[in-house]
């Protein structure tokens, strides 16, 4: 496939620049313009400057007027930068209109995600959202590299063959590559409905099991994928061969009272998020949609912690997922400072308004309190009682064992008297087996 853009692999020193617009919270875009340098440093780019550009009025060409345009263009000299990356997001006029007047390639906040996104996709799956994110993004912009080239072309007056000729040959590239790049995000989009399928297929099969599923949500790099790490540990080698068809990022785990849990891991929200990718990542996301419950994990240790709490809600509000019963797991507790832990976990427990769970993952701390606090969001789930199973029927007895928790055996003649805790739709099904005497 032919490459829409060679950057930024080719940049190494970056000017960011947040425009901070009537109205926006100058607080709030400071953080964030803090969070593209973390963003921007993760693709291993220097950072030479940062700069808060707050603008009157919105302009249509650069944002903000052009006087502030060409304060950012004279930063960006004095700074020697070979790329400016904006916090805002910006329109594929806007960004031409810089980089016309910069004359060095100007990022979005967007193409910067995506970027991060494409660097971490390892399963087939996401390599293909991104993939699709990355085309879509691309396609509108295209006409900008053309342009370059023309420029270079007509302005130089020389090289092959004059400005005419390469113009006219700019223009046909681009119809090419834009037909090219509308039948490949066809392909993509149908081989991504291939594995959607295939994804709800798994899931069928694990709802016909009647296995209770929670999924792990939360702003980047909050500890979501730690946590599965350390709550599945002891139970990922036993239990995969059972699950060997599931998603790398799922893991079956057993709760103190006996029932199995599925916890998904799945990919990290931020402020922001291009809407694009929420879209194309639907399909993962789609595993927090359909979950029991939600713990949402959250890097208590931020000052940001509750705006990303927010952030978090607002995503799962746009996937459709804003009712689901959630307990907040507060991690990193061990980075809050002795004497401020106490308040810090009290102000943020009132703000949240659901059950929460103070963790430290790293020193392993607070996996009980999740474990019982899961119990809870799934108390409805459950039944309790005693079975008399004739030894003639094994599977039953068998699936006891696997969906559930059996607390005690005994024999009867030819039956067998087993005492479980059970989900609600495998209880159903041997109901008739129950004995009477009813739950406990
Ligand atoms: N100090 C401290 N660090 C932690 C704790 N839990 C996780 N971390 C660190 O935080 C970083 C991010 O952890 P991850 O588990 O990758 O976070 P994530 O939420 O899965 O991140 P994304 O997948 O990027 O969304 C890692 O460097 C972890 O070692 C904790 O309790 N205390
Ligand atoms: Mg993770």
């Known amino acids: 496939m032919f490459e829409i853009r060679e950057k930024p692999s080719m940049v190494e020193r970056a000017m960011l620049v947040s425009i901070c617009l009537p109205g926006d919270n100058v607080h709030e875009k400071q953080a964030m313009l803090d969070e593209l340098e973390d963003l921007v440093s993760n693709l291993g780019i220097g950072i030479v400057r940062k700069e808060l550009v707050r603008t009157r009025d919105v302009h249509a060409k650069f944002l903000c007027g052009t006087g502030k345009a060409e304060e950012v263009r004279m ?34 906040r967007e193409e910067i995600i995506l970027d991060i996104f494409a660097k971490r996709a390892r399963t087939r799956e996401a390599t293909m959202q991104v993939e699709l994110a990355r085309m879509q993004y691309s396609l509108p912009r295209m006409a900008r590299m053309w342009a370059h080239l023309d420029r270079q072309g007509g302005g130089s007056g020389g090289g092959k063959g004059g400005g005419g000729a390469s113009r006219g040959e700019g223009e046909k590239q681009i119809e090419v590559d834009r037909r090219l790049a509308r039948a490949r995000i066809e392909s993509i989009q149908k081989d991504l409905e291939e594995v959607r399928k295939q994804r709800s297929t798994q899931r069928k099969e694990r709802e016909r099991q009647g296995v209770p599923t929670a999924a ?124 401020e832990r106490a308040s810090v976990i009290e102000t943020l427990t009132a703000a949240v308004g659901i059950p929460v769970v103070p963790m430290s993952v790293v020193r392993e701390q607070g996996a009980d309190s999740l474990m019982n606090a899961c119990v809870d969001m799934l108390s409805h789930r459950v039944v309790s009682r005693t079975y008399r199973i004739p030894l003639s029927r094994s599977d039953i007895i068998a699936a006891m064992h696997r969906d559930g928790k059996v607390v005690s055996t ?16 495998f209880a159903q099904k041997i109901a008739s087996y129950a004995e009477p005497g009813g739950e406990h």
């Open 75 to 108: 930063a960006a000299i004095a700074a020697e930068a070979d790329c400016v990356v904006f916090d805002n997001m910006l329109a594929p006029s806007q960004q031409r209109e810089w980089e016309r007047l910069i004359d060095v390639c100007v990022i979005d």
């Open 216 to 339: 792990i949500v939360g702003y980047t790099n909050a500890g979501k994928s730690s946590l599965l790490r350390l709550v599945a540990e002891a139970d990922v080698l036993a239990q995969n061969i059972l699950f060997a068809t599931l998603d790398t990022t799922t893991r079956k785990i057993e709760l103190p009272d006996g029932q199995p849990l599925l916890l998904t891991d799945t990919v990290g929200f931020i402020r922001n998020l291009p809407h694009r990718l929420v879209e194309t990542f639907k399909s993962t996301l789609e595993e927090a949609v359909l979950a029991d419950f939600l713990i949402q994990v959250v890097d208590a240790s931020d000052p940001e912690a509750l705006r990303h709490f927010e952030t978090t809600l607002e995503v799962l509000a746009e996937l459709g997922a804003a009712d689901k019963p959630m307990v907040a797991v507060f991690n990193k507790t061990d980075l809050i400072p002795d004497e």
């Open 410 to 425: 005994e024999y009867d003649g030819n039956d067998a008297l087993v005492t479980a805790t059970l989900p609600k739709s």
